[in-house]
């Protein structure tokens, strides 16, 4: 069972350059999240999707951007990556109906 | 300003005796809480909930307790085991179904 499945694991990356995260669910999910995680802040919710097609800017969303071509795919784009973007992403999808989360294994990403 | 906060970033415990992890919230109208747990290299799991016409709920060795008047919730282990040592978030879930996470407390349990 793959369950969320995230691309790269790690990647260092030259400050300018553009990005893109990707994550995969089998799961059958509607709704889809990307979080980072930082030091003593926790994981903090960058973009959403509530269902194929749709998206919706989260608490840290300046940056980023995401589509939702269909139920199993969500990547995250950094069009022009800065330090500060330097962090763990997490991708998530959740069950509607108990609102549980679940979660990737993580992408590490280094800018430069 | 952090609607969720887990104050203590860090606790050590030794092993069998009880762990509590504490977290507070500001926003009276989130409706479920969560803890999930995360392992280094891995992604968040989740660990056990509660709603919030409720007080209580336990699972196994593990117990969350909510106190609504003080917007204080608390993750109870007891016995604590090596295998629990992890990184532990407090999640709390608004109408709109989005989770707003703690930053979360590394706990260390000691043989």
């Known amino acids: 069972i793959a369950g969320i499945t995230q691309a790269p694991t790690s990647q260092i990356l030259a400050a300018g350059r553009r990005m893109t995260l990707r994550c995969t669910q089998d799961?059958?999910?509607?709704?889809m999240y990307w979080y980072r995680q930082d030091l003593g802040l926790g994981l903090r919710l960058i973009h959403y999707?509530?269902?194929?097609?749709?998206?919706g800017k989260g608490e840290v969303p300046d940056g980023y951007s995401v589509s939702r071509a269909n139920t199993d795919d969500f990547p995250l784009t950094l069009a022009s990556a800065v330090p500060s973007q330097t962090s763990v992403y997490f991708c998530?999808?959740?069950?509607?109906?108990?609102?549980?989360?679940?979660f990737g294994e993580g992408s590490r990403l280094t800018v430069l | 300003d952090q609607q969720v906060k887990q104050n203590s970033p860090s606790l050590s415990v030794q092993e069998g005796r009880i762990s509590i992890l504490n977290c507070d919230y500001t926003?009276?109208?989130?409706?479920?809480f969560l803890w999930y747990k995360k392992y280094p290299a891995e992604g968040p799991t989740f660990l056990i909930s509660i709603s919030s016409i409720k007080d209580k709920n336990e699972d196994g060795r593990f117990t969350v307790f909510l106190n609504k008047s003080a917007k204080h919730l608390s993750l109870h282990i007891v016995p604590s085991q090596p295998g629990d040592s992890a990184v532990y978030f407090c999640a709390a879930r608004n109408a709109g179904n989005m989770l707003t996470f703690g930053g979360g407390t590394r706990l260390m349990v000691k043989p």
């Open positions: 799961m059958r999910h509607n709704a």
């Open positions: 926003n009276s109208m989130f409706d479920y």
């Open positions: 998530a999808s959740s069950d509607r109906t108990t609102g549980e989360l679940f």
């Open positions: 999707s509530n269902t194929a097609g749709t998206t």
